[in-house]
């Protein structure tokens, strides 16, 4: 299941009983998109869905190849944040989803709805973004469509990307594949995105130093598939990009998918200070805030050595680290161990994290 | 120094534990009366460190747990206005009324925004002559003042578009309450170091005198919190009650007099009701007779509004500490964090939130004898 | 309730009246109105709470703190050398404490 909506909107975390109407959690990324996916759209879509375990791109036969697919929609504001902006958000998430699966990309498409009114100065840099971000992803920009709503439908403008890549033969990452003895292992610090994002939004704004972390993770994948004995990623059971929902959303999800628990050592987690900072004086955990240049992959004991070390060798991997392990206990959980030797129970958030006074 | 890291040392902590460890004699219950004190205690699982026997009970320290229903429901009417720009803290947004929360409110229209300061709301109150803002004020002493120097600015400028909604409780009547309850539990207290960051200390010493009970003002970190057990626990022992500071660093016994002159110009000490706790009399503010023209209960005529419980939840007697959350009937049946009967469980440091996330894992036989 | 974080005053000035100041946590800057602490000064460091500093930091009582811990244990230790020591110590405590 690919990501919908953009990291980090202030959404509904508890939502009412009898909800009538969509509230923002239901982009959030959280339980509240679950649900929708799970009570409204799959029984509507019926016989013609694919009911998998959710992931970041879909991985269809066509012929002898193997095409990974996914899309994804962009929302944020501002359009212009610190490391980046809304263009190469999208080019990124996008080509993050694809690798997930292992995929290389191939192609995007770019769909933009349009508020009437912007400035086409604004338009030009977000497209030259795209572009910049395409040719460092290595993936052609190759079909598109354009739509303009009346002045307040929407805000400035929202991109949608869709992309296609290949799954070479062999490699076969999927969500549900964890199993205990396995070793979960981060590509790198946490909570940059979501930080950057907050550090520039109306009502919150803080000065910071932290830029987003939006980067392509295609060549960081290859490197740990290519580590792998067979160099298709034997061992390498699932992977996710931790984007809306944070590091906890993903190692749930992966808990959840497997039928697993995860031990998280969370004094092994990499957290920049700045993000300690700015999520204590929000209230908010810096587990629960989103990353666009990080990944969570789910390792095989005997491969992980192997596996860190090639995504060191990377420049998107340099701090690339074991931060837990799979049990067969508590299934579907995950559980950290603080720094004082206790533990807790590791939730993804309902819908969002709301800055908090207490 | 910056005041965080050094207070979440792992080896201090151990020898604080030791030291505990070598008082305890037999079982006490403690109250950490406030919801961030519970917040830090869950998140670094300090509750599963203590001896056998040493028990926290969660305090009712949190204003998502304890505004009252109607209040929420007199904050769902007036940000349902067209003219309203309603203001509030995060937190407040996920707490369910009796029909909607603040977040449908915003779906069906409502121009409800988050806050990080009540700052925030008196500036947008400025940039919108036009519409009427209305910030939620609550919370605890803590708040307060943030909350009374918003009004005084609007004063200041003369806007006319800028009014609150007060439902602000102040802690010694709390205490004092649950002291009172023939059935309470609660051995000796750890104050909350940031309400006192504002009110001193003086105020607990008639509780200390009154009650026989040993109060230690308390900080939030893991070994501020720590440090709060190790006298209370000390105390306890040796039979002593006396009021101690463990947070010396930001808490004077005279407090901040210059925030405390201002909230006596704009508040006035009244009766109020506690969600799942009921009148506690003298437990809050409303504004002064000078200031009342703030007030947005009465600029939009919901003052008189009241409403029901839901008659399955035991709020009331978890935040008084008389029954954990899992010896609710409802707990994590018909009331979740996703579908809450009652606030408790909507805040992260509600207690039955705080239990139903982060002690899932423990078996239930276990969390009864532990806390 | 009652979310503090200590943060370390850089710059004050007034806005119409009100007494502001840039205050860093540890890389992060924030603007806090100090209308509360009109003696605080730039380089103190200051609790924030909802936007606004409500207490000075005392250093000097949190290294006074922090030597306490350091300080807990000690004195069984050098008594007993270990854990043996600390049992001993504890037991001993025990009797005393009973009535």
Request: charge should be negative; include cysteine; proline fraction near 6%.
């Amino acid at each position: 299941m690919a990501d919908i909506l953009e990291p980090l909107t202030w959404t509904c975390p508890v939502p009412l009983r009898d909800q009538e109407r969509v509230v923002m959690g239901h982009g959030g990324g959280g339980k509240l998109s679950s649900e929708l996916i799970e009570h409204l759209f799959l029984p509507a879509f019926g016989s013609q869905a694919l009911a998998a375990a959710p992931r970041d791109s879909a991985v269809l036969d066509a012929g002898s190849t193997r095409l990974a697919f996914t899309t994804d929609s962009y929302v944020v504001q501002p359009l212009f944040f610190p490391g980046g902006c809304i263009g190469d958000l999208a080019v990124n998430g996008t080509v993050n989803d694809l690798a997930m699966s292992g995929a290389v990309p191939l192609a995007l498409s770019t769909g933009f709805i349009l508020e009437e009114g912007l400035q086409l100065e604004v338009l030009g840099r977000v497209a030259e973004a795209m572009g910049r971000a395409a040719k460092r992803a290595g993936v052609r920009l190759v079909t598109g469509d354009t739509k303009v709503v009346g002045h307040g439908s929407a805000d400035g403008l929202y991109v949608n990307t869709s992309g296609v890549g290949i799954v070479a033969a062999g490699v076969e990452l999927s969500p549900d594949a964890a199993r205990p003895g396995d070793r979960v292992v981060l590509s790198g610090p946490i909570g940059e995105h979501g930080v950057a994002i907050m550090s520039v939004r109306e009502g919150v704004e803080f000065g910071t130093r932290v830029d987003s972390d939006s980067a392509p993770l295609t060549e960081l994948v290859l490197a740990m598939l290519a580590a792998c004995p067979g160099g298709t990623g034997a061992g390498i059971r699932a992977m996710r990009d931790p984007t809306r929902g944070g590091l906890a959303g993903s190692l749930c999800e992966i808990a959840e998918a497997s039928g697993v628990g995860v031990r998280l050592d969370e004094a092994a987690v990499p957290v920049p200070d700045a993000v300690e900072a700015a999520c204590a004086f929000l209230g908010l955990d810096p587990l629960h805030v989103a990353n666009e240049g990080k990944l969570v992959a789910f390792v095989d004991p005997t491969v992980v050595g192997d596996v860190v070390a090639a995504m060191r060798a990377n420049e998107l991997g340099r701090q690339a680290c074991v931060i837990g392990t799979v049990t067969d206990e508590h299934p579907g959980m995950v559980v950290g161990r603080t720094a004082f030797g206790a533990t807790r129970v590791i939730d993804r958030p309902l819908g969002e994290q709301l800055p908090r006074i207490c | 120094m910056k005041y965080l890291d050094e207070f979440r040392d792992p080896a201090l902590a151990r020898r604080l534990l030791d030291e505990i460890e070598q008082t305890v004699t037999r079982p006490w219950a403690i109250m950490e009366v406030c919801g961030g004190q519970t917040h830090s205690i869950i998140r670094h699982g300090i509750d599963q460190l203590l001896p056998d026997g040493v028990e926290f009970i969660h305090g009712p320290g949190c204003p998502v747990c304890v505004t009252p229903l109607e209040m929420i429901d007199q904050a769902l009417e007036i940000a349902a206005r067209p003219e309203v720009i309603f203001c509030s803290f995060g937190d407040m947004l996920r707490v369910p009324g009796s029909q909607h929360d603040l977040f449908q409110i915003r779906a069906r229209g409502g121009d409800v925004r988050i806050v990080y300061s009540p700052l925030d709301a008196v500036r947008l109150a400025e940039a919108n002559p036009q519409r009427q803002v209305v910030f939620f004020a609550v919370g605890f002493e803590t708040t307060a003042p943030p909350n009374a120097m918003a009004v005084v600015l609007a004063h200041r400028l003369g806007l006319t578009n800028f009014s609150i909604l007060v439902s602000h409780v102040l802690v010694p009547p709390a205490m004092t309450a649950i002291l009172d309850s023939p059935v309470s539990r609660v051995q000796g207290f750890l104050a909350a170091g940031h309400v006192c960051t504002v009110m001193g200390t003086e105020e607990y010493d008639p509780i200390v005198a009154r009650y026989e009970v040993p109060i230690v003002v308390t900080g939030f970190e893991p070994l501020d919190i720590l440090d709060g057990v190790r006298r209370v626990v000390h105390l306890l022992e040796t039979g002593e009650s006396r009021l101690e500071n463990a947070y010396a660093r930001a808490v004077t016994p005279q407090g901040n007099r210059t925030a405390q002159a201002v909230l006596s110009d704009v508040f006035e000490v009244c009766d109020r009701s506690w969600r799942g706790i009921g009148i506690i009399p003298q437990s809050g503010y409303r504004l002064s007779d000078r200031y009342r023209d703030f007030d947005a209960g009465l600029r939009f005529g919901v003052a008189g509004l009241t409403v029901m419980e839901s008659p399955l939840c035991r709020a009331g007697e978890v935040l008084q500490g008389l029954i954990k959350p899992h010896q609710c009937e409802a707990f994590g049946t018909t009331c979740t964090p996703r579908n809450p009967l009652g606030a408790t469980m909507v805040s992260s440091e509600g207690a039955c939130a705080a239990y139903y996330q982060f002690r899932r894992i423990t078996p239930p036989s276990e969390v009864g004898s532990r806390g | 309730m009652c979310l503090g974080v200590p943060g370390r005053i850089v710059e004050i000035w007034e806005d119409r009246g009100t007494r502001m100041a840039l205050v860093d946590f540890d890389g992060v800057t924030k603007d806090v109105c100090l209308a509360y602490l009109p003696e605080i000064a730039v380089g103190d460091y200051t609790i924030v709470h909802a936007g606004f500093g409500l207490t000075r930091v005392d250093e000097a009582s949190a290294r006074q703190t922090l030597a306490l811990f350091a300080e807990l244990g000690l004195l069984g230790e050098e008594l007993g050398a270990g854990e043996g020591g600390a049992e001993g110590a504890r037991s001993q405590r025990r009797e005393e404490a009973l009535p």
